[in-house]
């Protein structure tokens, strides 16, 4: 793919952007727990926290993971 054309969005809805501040070892183990599922960062954190506030969350289904 040509670097320089834009890539096309899929639009996931409207979202809230939040910024987290965790230990390093702490956001390590989150970032391996995720790649393991095979999510993205987001939906796994977004997974995780529906089962514990009880709001149904869709993943990001179709979105690459980035290398």
Do not use: C, W
């Amino acid at each position: 793919m040509n670097p320089h054309m834009a890539k096309k969005k899929t639009y996931k809805g409207e979202r809230d952007r939040h910024t987290l501040r965790l230990p390093v070892d702490f956001s390590a183990a989150v970032r391996a727990k995720a790649r393991a599922a095979g999510m993205s960062l987001n939906d796994y954190i977004g997974t995780q926290l529906a089962g514990v506030v009880g709001v149904p969350y869709d993943p990001q289904e179709g979105l690459q993971l980035s290398a």
